[in-house]
């Protein structure tokens, strides 16, 4: 395509549990990868059919937040290698165009959570992410970032592959925007600051992602002024999440939050429009989001 939009694939974690994968927490996504891989596999040929250009590799939550130290140590880096072969066959395959295949590097440390980064630890982590999938994925996607050190651990991790870097952020998104002088992280650091970081390591896009909907407006704009101000070309892309506002991952690695029933695929696809009109070239879904939404996006706003 040309700079007309790309549709980013949906949620996971969901899409596992609705066609019947092995599915709980705190293992989350990852119990289908150790267990059932062929549903993770079914998940991205959904998303494909369904229109999305990119999919994401199922290792969010090979993390030992999720499926604990020993585990990861042992396994990890069979399960992030597994994760990018899964998505990059599913790429493959696809006769009538071309899928790029995203590797998804989480916030080691759990969603949301900031004060618990520790760069040490977070590299570690990362290493085994990066050289597990580096041979299987397209570009980098370092999702759900709440502060400015969480995505520095990323591009160290990331630069030495030669691959494009993607960062995706989370918002604040627990008070309203007209109560932000500016939009911020979870960590209070600013979007703008986001913005610079992403120019100054050479990120191909910066996404706004497992936030509600209504925060990503302003984020998108404040993106693209930073952007226009600094005169670097950086896609800007958003993924929101489906859920009310989340404040911390300790709950969610144990129970499932219910899905908002204001957010069916229409509600969401209407919310697509703005983000596009704002300047999102790069559009999907995240928590709570599945193939019924890409579809919808990838059917009505493939040319944002």
Request: some cysteine; proline content about 5%; glycine content about 8%.
């Amino acid at each position: 395509m040309t700079k007309q939009g790309l549709v980013l694939d949906g949620g996971t974690g969901r899409e596992l549990e609705r066609i019947g994968a092995p599915f709980r927490q705190p293992e989350w996504s990852a119990l289908a990868l150790m267990e059932a891989p062929e549903y993770v596999r079914t998940v991205h040929d959904n998303y494909i059919a369904a229109g999305a250009d990119v999919i994401t590799t199922n290792s969010y939550a090979v993390v030992p937040f999720h499926i604990g130290d020993a585990r990861f140590e042992a396994d990890g880096a069979m399960l992030a290698a597994r994760a990018g072969r899964l998505a990059r066959d599913a790429a493959d395959a696809s006769r009538d165009r071309k899928i790029l295949v995203a590797g998804s590097l989480p916030p080691v440390f759990g969603s949301y959570q900031p004060d618990r980064f520790d760069p040490e630890l977070a590299g570690r982590y990362l290493d085994v992410l990066v050289d597990g999938m580096a041979p299987s994925v397209d570009l980098w996607l370092a999702e759900t970032q709440s502060s400015l050190a969480e995505a520095r651990a990323a591009h160290a991790a990331t630069q030495a592959s030669g691959k494009p870097l993607w960062l995706s952020f989370t918002l604040r998104d627990d008070i309203p925007v007209s109560d932000m002088p500016e939009p911020l992280l979870r960590s209070n650091e600013t979007v703008k600051a986001a913005a610079e970081l992403a120019a100054s390591v050479g990120a191909q896009a910066m996404l706004f992602n497992c936030s509600m909907p209504e925060v990503m407006e302003a984020a998108i704009e404040t993106a693209r002024s930073t952007f226009a101000d600094l005169d670097v070309d950086i896609r800007v892309g958003v993924y929101a999440n489906a859920f009310p506002s989340q404040q911390g991952d300790e709950e969610a690695n144990a129970t499932l939050t219910e899905v908002r029933e204001d957010l069916d695929p229409t509600a969401y696809g209407e919310w697509a429009k703005r983000w596009a009109a704002s300047g999102a070239s790069i559009i999907g879904g995240c928590c709570g989001i599945g193939a019924d939404h890409i579809h919808r996006l990838a059917k009505d706003y493939r040319c944002f």
